[in-house]
């Protein structure tokens, strides 16, 4: 059953309905207590649900955004064979310096990525699983 609206007022609506319903079959002086904590427990449970749904749905969407910005930094970095800078990541994408910065500084924390510092002073992350096929050909096997 849906309840109306986009806040409380199902639950309210639904309380306040149940009280009528008792109060003209005449229960409600002698169950007042019972109703009373089963509306409010309804609302409160109802409320907690909905939290707890837009919060997944939340991470969600953030864990959605987090891979697809690592996929277009990986891309980036395929196109210069692993070789990449936050500059290069910001001109080929919507991320921002900050966002590009965080993502190579994440794949550095986990491995994936070595930083190093131009002559300039500037900051070149090398990816390290990005090979070229005659890399790749070259590899040894195990």
Request: proline content about 2%; overall charge positive.
């Amino acid at each position: 059953m849906k309840l109306p609206g986009n806040s409380c007022v199902g639950c309210l609506t639904l309380f306040f309905a149940s009280f009528v319903i008792l109060a003209i079959l005449g229960w409600l002086a002698k169950y007042f207590w019972i109703v009373a904590i089963l509306g409010i427990a309804a609302g409160v449970i109802w409320y907690r649900d909905k939290n707890r749904k837009k919060l997944h749905e939340r991470q969600h969407i953030e864990r959605q955004d987090r891979e697809s910005a690592e996929k277009i930094v990986l891309r980036v970095a395929a196109r210069n064979q692993g070789f990449v800078t936050p500059m290069e990541i910001v001109l080929d994408s919507d991320l921002s310096l900050e966002e590009a910065g965080d993502i190579l500084e994440q794949l550095r924390k986990k491995g994936y990525a070595k930083l190093r510092v131009a002559e300039n002073g500037s900051y070149v992350y090398q990816i390290d699983g990005l090979l070229t096929p005659q890399q790749k050909r070259d590899s040894e096997r195990l």
